[in-house]
Nanobody, 123 residues
Framework: QVELEESGGGLVQPGGSLKLSCAAS????????MGWYRRAPEKGRELVAT???????NYGHSVKGRFTISRDDAKRTVFLQMNSLKPEDTAVYYC?????????????????WGQGTQVTVSS
């Protein structure tokens, strides 16, 4: 009922930049928190950044000062601007969106994950 389309991943040299996008579509009543997570090879899922409806942000320790999360509610899209990329940022990045579905008598909450987009930082 909710589909997420991610884009913007790729190969970049150390010190470079990339911008990820994730657009939500479907039977959505409202969107609450939007975020990005990542999973590196042989590692667990790691928080990258989240942003609330009020614009409050939270960043993982390893990306603070280098990554910026933002959102466009009219387009139901969340962005992740990644600067000063390091080889250790190499991972599959997943967007996560939480909100409520449009219901007839009840708007059920939902959590949806994107399909993942590969980011590789290498010279």
């Amino acid at each position: 009922q909710v589909e997420l389309e991610e884009s913007g991943g790729g190969l970049v040299q150390p010190g470079g930049s990339l911008k990820l996008s994730c657009a939500a579509s479907g039977n959505i009543f409202k969107i609450d928190t939007m975020g990005w997570y990542r999973r590196a090879p042989e590692k667990g899922r790691e928080l990258v950044a989240t942003i609330t409806t009020g614009g409050g942000t939270n960043y993982g320790h390893s990306v603070k000062g280098r990554f910026t999360i933002s959102r466009d509610d009219a387009k139901r899209t969340v962005f992740l601007q990644m600067n000063s990329l390091k080889p250790e940022d190499t991972a599959v990045y997943y967007c996560n969106i939480q909100g409520d579905l449009q219901g007839t008598s009840y708007n059920a909450p939902f959590t949806s994950w994107g399909q993942g987009t590969q980011v590789t930082v290498s010279s």
